[in-house]
């Protein structure tokens, strides 16, 4: 009857709030007033809790009844809803809570903080921090609050849970936080992995003048200063290790090189060998310096460092962020393959850990996409990106919200949807937040590429433009990817408006980025750079010249497995490609190319928009009975894919794999998944058909 007259049902009935008055008569007048005078007390007290539990509610309320008063209120129907099949834990119907809340505060305002002092004690001595913290603040025992947090944060951060013990610093009166070095650290760490870096500076030096009080003070011979808390004294003995890593993180947020690498060597001299988790933090932040300036293989050497020491320090989620960074560096490097391989063993780590998935795991998913992208597996790569979605952005780092757009969008662009790409690329522009990786691809230059593609040359040099970019500039690694986009912009210009000089400009900054990126041994820059110098000569009708630096790209592309970076070039490199095989079977064996014929049949059969199995040329899957050898697959099975992959020939289900092997069963699935899209297949017996193909399997 109260709902008549509405006509968003649903929408009312989740507006319903505890004083509404269509309601609350009913509740009090029916519910509240007739109940014996210790069950409505044990209503009104027990009203503070999320959730309810008998030793729970008798630590809230003093009595010894909680299990047996939550029975019968379940068997009387009474607003009560169990939470799981044991009936150990359940819930007040949220109407009902917020009536009780509300005569709870009216009748006895005085015992509401008590009431949650108490629950906070149950919490802690039963193991559950986030909720003892969360009801000792509502009873606004900061102390209490503070000492709990100072305690849980190493735990909070090895999940990367930042944002929820950042709430809880907030929360807290900031002379209280500035009493107590450790916490003060700990706020400074947790505003700096939250991108807050304004305050991080002036809780270090908080911290740092409490350590030089108490060392002034013990040359005295005298105690420490009473005024200063410390609850956590592990965390308190290695406080300026963790203040030089801090220091290290928010220079490289700053963009100082100089200063991260000075901080962070500071801190691996400060932090004892068995501190792995600060070791590893400290020879990270060098790894990212070291990538900042383009130092890629020395980056690399800190950042498996820093990913040893992390796992070792039970931060996985953290290991798993190493991952990211250390296959972004080999994919800068060419070495697509070590790349999948550094984000397969990621995702492995991740789903070893049990039930719980850890944050990180959507990341290895949306890397091993972009990576299968580019070797035109498209399917694969989308379905990576869907579990990457399934698993939900809590099980992501970050930056993977804006990763997952961009990577979705690269696949849209691959499937000739630009319109489609465009809108996921602006989506992902206004999810970007700086964190320490370097933004050396940036989303704005993916936008413009596609605005190349599209003929939107006017608004590409509008970019270039208000990014500050000219073929004058001052070349470097953090800026290289933007450069030849510009690279790009130039020749569609000179394309469209007949401009010479824009042409030349193209060649120049061309053979600029070149030569820096063989400098750097950057080969993934260097085949996009020789291609596009193979296209500026075929604009300029120079063919021979065209196809010198084409095939230099090739040959340093074909062991990788690139393919997508010459399709989507479109119909002016499948002109190129089939001069470039032309001249390749009229050479004489002695002057052939490097580059296998098959693999430019290959490029030029996917140009001409036929579907090729992976490793093998067009005439090769003409002939369906003409079998390819194992050899063929651009990335081949491991021992223990090749293992999983005997199981299931031998008709083994997935859980069976699992015990046989004594592995996860998502470990197992995993393994599938990847099989699977090695061998371009989607099922099982596609798997087993296609691995005999390859001799992979014995007849």
């Not at 999948?340 to 991740?350: D, H, I, N, V, W």
């Not at 996921?424 to 230059?445: H, I, K, Q, T």
């Not at 993916?446 to 590409?460: F, S």
């Not at 090769?620 to 009975?625: G, I, K």
């Amino acid at each position: 009857l109260s709902l008549q007259g509405h006509q968003d049902v649903a929408g009312f009935i989740r507006a319903f709030a505890g004083d509404h008055r269509y309601i609350v008569d009913y509740l009090v007048e029916e519910v509240l007033q007739r109940q014996p005078e210790s069950v409505r007390s044990f209503l009104l007290q027990t009203s503070i809790l999320d959730r309810l539990h008998g030793p729970l509610c008798d630590a809230v309320t003093g009595q010894e009844e909680g299990n047996a008063r939550l029975e019968a209120l379940e068997r009387g129907n009474f607003f009560v809803v169990p939470l799981d099949d044991q009936r150990h834990w359940y819930r007040y119907h949220h109407l009902f809570a917020e009536v009780l809340s509300a005569h709870l505060m009216a009748e006895q305002p005085d015992q509401v903080s008590t009431l949650h002092r108490r629950a906070s004690e149950w919490y802690e001595q039963h193991g559950s921090v986030a909720d003892a913290i969360r009801h000792a603040l509502v009873a606004e025992d900061f102390a209490r609050a503070a000492d709990l947090v100072e305690l849980a944060v190493p735990d909070m951060r090895r999940s990367r849970q930042e944002t929820t013990v950042l709430g809880w610093l907030k929360a807290l009166p900031d002379e209280l936080v500035r009493a107590r070095p450790v916490l003060s650290v700990h706020y400074a760490g947790t505003l700096l992995a939250s991108g807050e870096l304004e305050g991080v500076e002036a809780r270090l030096q908080n911290a740092e003048r409490w350590l030089d009080t108490k060392a002034d003070m013990g040359e005295l011979g005298l105690a420490p200063p009473a005024e200063m808390v410390v609850v956590d004294e592990a965390e308190f003995r290695v406080l300026p290790g963790s203040i030089a890593v801090y220091r290290a993180g928010s220079a490289l947020v700053l963009g100082d090189v100089a200063d991260t690498m000075k901080y962070a060597r500071r801190a691996l001299d400060l932090v004892p060998e068995d501190d792995h988790l600060r070791r590893g933090s400290a020879a990270g932040l060098l790894g990212l310096a070291y990538w900042t300036s383009g130092d890629l293989e020395v980056a690399h050497q800190s950042y498996a460092d820093c990913m040893a020491r992390v796992q070792k320090a039970g931060h996985i989620s953290d290991a798993l962020g190493c991952s990211i960074a250390l296959a972004d560096i080999r994919i800068v490097q060419g070495r697509l393959r070590e790349a999948m391989s550094t984000y397969e063993r990621g995702l492995q780590l991740a789903t070893e850990q049990g039930a719980h998935v850890l944050r990180g795991a959507a990341d290895m998913h949306v890397g091993m996409s972009e990576l299968l992208r580019e070797r035109d597996d498209l399917h694969a790569a989308m379905q990576h990106l869907l579990r990457s979605k399934e698993l939900g952005e809590l099980v992501g780092l970050p930056q993977n919200r804006y990763r997952w757009r961009v990577a979705m969008a690269r696949i849209r662009e691959a499937q000739g949807d630009l319109d489609g790409a465009l809108d996921l690329l602006y989506e992902a522009e206004r999810l970007y937040m700086s964190d320490f990786f370097p933004n050396v691809r940036p989303v704005s230059a993916y936008v413009t590429r596609v605005w190349v593609t599209q003929g939107r040359v006017g608004d590409a040099l509008d970019w270039a433009r208000e990014r500050g970019l000219s073929v004058s500039n001052d070349l470097s690694y953090l800026r290289e990817f933007e450069h030849i986009t510009l690279a790009r912009v130039l020749l569609a210009r000179s394309k469209s408006e007949r401009a010479e000089r824009s042409m030349q400009e193209a060649m120049e900054l061309l053979e600029r980025l070149l030569q820096a990126a063989e400098e750097g041994e950057r080969t993934g820059s260097i085949i996009e750079i020789l291609m596009l110098q193979a296209l500026a000569h075929q604009v300029q009708g120079d063919i021979s010249a065209a196809l010198v630096p084409l095939e230099r790209a090739l040959t340093l592309a074909e062991p990788e497995g690139y393919v997508r970076i010459f399709v989507d070039e479109g119909p002016p490199m499948a002109v190129l490609l089939a001069k470039l095989h032309e001249h390749s079977r009229k050479r004489p064996r002695a002057a052939s190319t490097n580059v296998p014929l098959a693999y430019i049949e290959r490029l030029l059969a996917l140009l001409r928009g036929e579907r090729v199995q992976e490793g093998t040329s067009p005439a090769a899957t003409s002939s369906p009975s003409a079998p390819a050898p194992a050899q063929s697959l651009l990335d081949p099975l491991t021992e223990r894919e090749l293992e999983v992959l005997r199981l299931l020939a031998a008709g083994l289900s997935n859980r069976a794999i699992a015990a046989r092997l004594v592995l996860a069963l998502s470990t197992v699935k995993s393994y599938v998944n990847t099989i699977y899209s090695k061998l371009q297949v989607e099922s099982r017996t596609q798997a087993v058909a296609r691995a005999r193909a390859l001799h992979l399997l014995s007849e």
